[in-house]
């Protein structure tokens, strides 16, 4: 396996006894990725085993923007081994399911961007008049009342003082005015925290030195499933006005010529029954592109649409890291050309 020469450099950093800290988007650059995918993890996870190095935290574990720490790997630590199915970057496949490939297909909390924010807090003992100041300053509904880095203590937000006042209660400091605080383990998964998040209205993260993170909020959940779900409903888009367009000029018979010769049993019947690939298969082809008659050049055409069966694919994996920002601008701009061609 080829080491990029940034991991040798780290590598021979942390021989010299130094941690260097690096984003976790810089590292995946190295590796010529964007997103932290199966086989992407394994690769990099061998990577570091051949160098002799880790990072804390794991970096599958966290924001993809977060920055992680390299130290030494411990030579107790296992090195990576593939599930059954999966190949592994030195192309060996094994039968023992490893927890890195589990993890990196679970939409763990961790991932959030704020489960990696130090959270803004005040004390117990705080006045009422600072945490006021400080929720409207910053435009926060909510502040967790934290002792320590590690001590959460409960939360103060705009329903338990509003509770509290209009109860008549004396709300001088922050404990006045309080409730409890929910938790959870940095492990649990996006979808636990959903439930906390629709009755308490945040949760906060505890992290495995015990520290706390967050707040997470509706807002959080909420841009998460936009990112995941935003790039479904661009594609979904796209295929329907190809199938629209190809439904007007070809038929069963075209169709079924389209077809990946390595599948010959999977019968054709209308546009539904193709592959994203075999839309491309149809289109470069010269028959093809003379009955699909448009005024436009066929090579940068099909060149576009691979491009979109690329990240087409990419978002099939249900990869939980965001979608890089151009791969969002290609679908969305062939989105709309394809609407201009209908």
Known sequence: MAIPEQLLRVAQQVKEGGHPEFPVREILSWFGAKRRGG???????EAFDEVGVTTDPDFEEVYI????????????????IAPEGVMSAAGVGQVELNAVVRRGLAH???????AGRE????????????AVTIMMANDFSQLPVMQSPRELKGLISWKSIGKRLALH??????RDCMDGARELSEEASLFEAVEIIAAEDCVLIRRKDNTIRGPITAYDISFQYQELAKPFLLIGQIENQLRFLISMKFSKEDLAAAKDPADPGREISDPNDLTFGEYVRLLQADDGWAKLDI??????????L???????????HFNPDPMPMEDYNTLEKFARFLDELA
């Open 39 to 45: 086989q992407k993890v394994l690769e990099i996870k």
């Open 108 to 114: 763990r909390i961790s991932r959030l961007k704020a």
């Open 306 to 316: 691979d491009k979109i069966r690329e990240v087409r694919n990419d978002v099939m």
């Open 65 to 80: 923007g977060a920055p992680v720490t390299f130290d030494r790997r411990d030579a107790s630590q296992t090195a990576v």
């Open 295 to 304: 005024p436009l050049h066929r090579g940068e055409f099909v060149r576009l």
């Open 169 to 174: 209660h004396p709300c001088a400091v922050v």
């Open 119 to 130: 959270p803004v807090s005040v004390t117990p003992d705080s006045s009422l008049e600072k």
